[in-house]
């Protein structure tokens, strides 16, 4: 369900069915790393510096081109419950991609990284695809993880990897269209190795209605 927030879209958006495919993305991360305002940044092009109540959200819907494909996005914001580091597993039920997200200036929000990792692997689909984003990278002076080291996270991983500002508006758009390539790259793989009627089946989104 959509919230009252979206509701400016959700209309135009929801009566929309014209598109190709449908994919669910949730953002997650420790609390105040600007999950909220990175979610808002892209689907509204707007940042509320104070900080944004995460209560009530559920997700924001973008429709975009990519790949000659209208391509819709469901996109999860955490509701808050990321402080109890626990998320339902419900919430990750047909995930087809994550952003997961530390704060630049935050050791501690990177220390969990890993933790969060573990928390994807274990309850979304295998093929789920993951991009790792450092926020804040417009606070350089307040920095305390290097890009080195985010990026050799995401290596270890296996994570592709971005620095980006939700404030300065600075790879948020490339962070979405990224993981939206990378998750139409793995669906064509398996297309291309399965068994095509096993694959509609089981692994293909929402086709067209
Ligand atoms: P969430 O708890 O992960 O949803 O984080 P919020 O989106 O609520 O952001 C937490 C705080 O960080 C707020 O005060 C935001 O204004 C701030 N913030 C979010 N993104 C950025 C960013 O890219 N740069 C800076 N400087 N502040 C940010
Ligand atoms: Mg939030």
């Given amino acids: 369900m959509a919230s009252a927030t979206d509701s400016r879209y959700g209309q135009k958006e929801s009566s929309d069915q014209n598109f190709d495919y449908m994919f669910k993305i949730l953002i997650i991360g420790n609390s105040s790393v600007g999950k909220t305002s ?37 996109i999860w914001d955490t509701a808050g419950q990321e402080r109890y580091r626990t998320i339902t597993t419900a ?18 929000s990177f220390n969990a990284v890993q933790d969060w990792s573990t928390q994807i692997k274990t309850y979304s689909w295998d093929n789920a695809q993951v991009l790792l984003v450092g926020n804040k990278c417009d606070m350089e002076d307040e920095r305390v993880v290097s890009s080195e080291r985010g990026r050799q996270l995401a290596d270890h991983l296996g994570f592709e990897f971005f620095e980006a500002s939700a404030k300065d508006n600075i790879n948020v758009k490339q962070t979405f269209e990224r993981l939206v390539d990378v998750i139409c790259e ?19 989104p929402t086709p067209r209605a």
């Fill in 38 to 74: 990175f979610l808002f940044r892209y689907a509204d092009d707007s940042f509320t510096p104070a900080f944004v109540s995460t209560v009530g959200i559920d997700f924001k819907v973008k429709t975009i081109y990519r790949n000659d494909k209208r391509i819709k996005l469901q």
């Fill in 91 to 108: 919430y990750y039920r047909g995930a087809m991609g994550f952003i997961l997200m530390y704060d630049i200036t935050n050791e501690e």
């Fill in 186 to 204: 793995k669906m064509s793989e398996s297309l291309d190795t399965a068994d095509p009627a096993v694959t509609g089946a089981k692994h293909l």
